[in-house]
C-alpha cells in the first residue's frame, strides 16, 4: 500500500527505481521527497531535500460581497444567476494562489458575516481555500498594538503616526511560505452560538448609525474638517464608557447582585485604557500625572493611531456627505459599521482590497484618497475588470524560474481552478 501523505509528482526512486518519489513535506525554503513504496530515504539514510525559491506574495483583501458570491457561483445547488465576473474572479485567484503569488487573508469578519448566510459552511470552505490558513488578527487586538506604538512615539519624542508594522506582524502564519498540499480545518459550529449575540449587535449597530445620520442631516453644510474632529472627540468617550460597563459589572458582582458571568471579564475599552495607563505609568507614579497624560493622549494623540485615524476618516466622510446632501440617509449599507471596523484595521497591511461601491467610493474620493498612508489598490464592482486585470498582471510579471519550481513541487495539473470545491464529496 502507498503512503497517502506523499504526493505527485512523482519521481524515479534513487534506490527501488520505482516511479514512486513523491513530494512529502512542502516549507518555506525547501521540500522534501520519500517514495510513497519503498520509503526511501528512510531515518538512516541523508534526508532528500530540495531547494525552493523566495516568494513575496501579493496580499489582497476580500469582503463578504466577494466570498458570498463566488459561494453562489460554485455551490451545485444555488439556482439564480451570478454576475459571471465572480467565477472568473475565483478561478484568477484560486490559480494565484496555486501559483504561490498570492494569499487571500480570512478575518473574524468572514466568520461573523456568514454566521447569517444560507451557506455558512461553504464560505469558510471557500475563503480558507484562498486564504491556505493565514488569518489577521482580531481588529481590536491590533488596535491595541498601533495605540501602544503610538504612545512609545509619544514619550521617547519620535514622529507621530510613523509605523513599523506590517502585514507580517497582524497575522497568524507565515504569509511568504510555500503551501503544502493539503489544509486541515476543523468546523467548530461556534457560529451557531454567536448568531443570537451577533443579531442583538448588529441591530444595536444599525440603530446606533440611523441616530448619527439624523443629526449629520441636520447639521447643514459641514465640511469635512469639522467632521473629523467632531468624531475625534468620541473616542475618549469611547473607551471611558466602555471601560465603565466593566467596572460597573464587577461592583455588582461583589455586592452580591445579579450580572451576566460574562459581563465581569475585562471587555476591549478596558483593556485598552488599562494598557494606556499602565503605559504612562512607566513614566510617573503620580497618579493625578497619569490620569492627565492618558487624558491628553486621548484627546491631542490618538489621532495618530492608523485604525483610529481611517476609521475616524470614514465616519467624517459619510457625514460630510449626508450634510452636504450629498448622500441620502437611507442609502447608508447595513453592514456600514462593521465595514468600517474591517478597513480601519487591515487597510494598510494589504496590497489590493476589494470592497462594495459605497465603501470602495469613499476611499477614492478626497480627502481620503490622498490623506491616508499606505493605500492599496482599491476595487468593487465599478471597476471590476480592472480586479481581473490586476491579476493577470501578478502572473504576468512572474519570472518563469517561478513556473518551473511551482510544476516540479506540485505537478502540471495544481495549478487549474478548484471548480468542485462546493460538490458533494465521495
Known amino acids: 500500500m502507498l503512503n497517502p501523505f506523499i504526493n505527485e509528482p512523482y519521481l524515479p526512486c534513487p534506490k527501488c527505481g520505482e516511479t514512486y518519489f513523491g513530494v512529502l513535506h512542502i516549507s518555506k525554503f525547501q521540500y522534501s521527497r520519500r517514495c510513497a513504496k519503498c520509503g526511501f530515504p528512510s531515518a538512516q539514510d541523508p534526508p532528500a531535500w530540495f531547494p525552493l525559491l523566495p516568494v513575496n506574495k501579493t496580499v489582497i483583501y476580500l469582503d463578504q460581497l466577494m466570498i458570498s458570491n463566488m459561494v453562489k457561483s460554485l455551490h451545485p445547488d444555488f439556482q439564480r444567476s451570478v454576475d459571471p465576473f465572480f467565477l472568473e474572479a475565483f478561478k484568477k485567484l484560486d490559480r494565484l494562489s496555486k501559483l504561490q503569488l498570492i494569499v487571500c487573508p480570512d478575518s473574524e469578519f468572514y466568520e461573523n458575516e456568514s454566521i447569517f448566510s444560507a451557506y455558512p459552511s461553504e464560505h469558510k470552505r471557500v475563503y480558507e481555500l484562498l486564504s491556505h490558513g493565514i488569518t489577521y488578527w482580531p481588529f481590536w487586538t491590533v488596535l491595541r498594538f498601533e495605540i501602544h506604538e ?64 439624523d443629526f449629520w442631516e441636520s447639521q447643514k453644510d459641514k465640511d469635512f474638517d469639522f467632521w473629523f474632529q467632531h468624531e475625534l472627540k468620541h473616542w475618549k468617550n469611547t473607551f471611558e464608557e466602555g471601560a465603565s460597563k466593566t467596572i460597573e459589572a464587577a461592583m455588582k458582582y461583589i455586592q452580591g447582585l445579579s450580572v451576566d458571568p460574562l459581563e465581569i471579564l475585562p471587555n476591549s475599552s478596558y483593556m485598552i485604557l488599562r494598557e494606556i495607563k499602565e503605559f504612562v505609568g512607566k513614566y510617573t507614579k503620580d497618579e493625578d500625572e497619569i490620569q492627565k497624560l492618558t487624558k491628553e493622549f486621548l484627546l491631542e494623540q490618538i489621532h495618530h493611531v492608523p485604525f483610529v485615524r481611517i476609521h475616524t476618516m470614514l465616519f467624517a466622510a459619510i457625514a460630510t456627505k449626508i450634510s452636504s446632501g450629498h448622500m441620502k440617509k437611507d442609502k447608508i449599507n ?73 510544476k516540479e513541487v506540485y505537478g502540471e495539473e495544481w495549478v487549474n481552478p478548484y471548480l468542485t470545491v462546493l460538490h458533494p464529496q465521495l
Not at 497582524?170 to 493539503?182: A, C, M, T
Open 334 to 406: 447595513s453592514s456600514i459599521a462593521s465595514d468600517i471596523n474591517m478597513v480601519s484595521t487591515y487597510l494598510p497591511f494589504c496590497d489590493a482590497i476589494f470592497l462594495d461601491r459605497q465603501m470602495a467610493g469613499l476611499l477614492r474620493d478626497q480627502p481620503l484618497k490622498n490623506c491616508i498612508d499606505k493605500m492599496p489598490q482599491v476595487f468593487s464592482m465599478a471597476n471590476k475588470q480592472e480586479f481581473l486585470t490586476y491579476l493577470d498582471n501578478i502572473e504576468k510579471n512572474t519570472p518563469t524560474t517561478h513556473f518551473e519550481k511551482v
Open 150 to 213: 503610538q504612545l512609545e512615539n509619544w514619550f521617547e519624542k519620535r514622529k507621530m503616526g510613523q509605523t513599523k508594522y506590517t502585514v507580517h506582524n497582524f497575522v497568524h502564519g507565515d504569509i511568504d511560505e510555500w503551501q503544502e498540499k493539503l489544509l486541515i480545518t476543523v468546523e467548530t459550529g461556534r457560529w451557531k452560538n454567536l448568531k443570537a449575540d451577533l443579531q442583538t449587535t448588529n441591530l444595536n449597530l444599525k440603530q446606533g448609525i440611523a441616530e448619527l445620520a
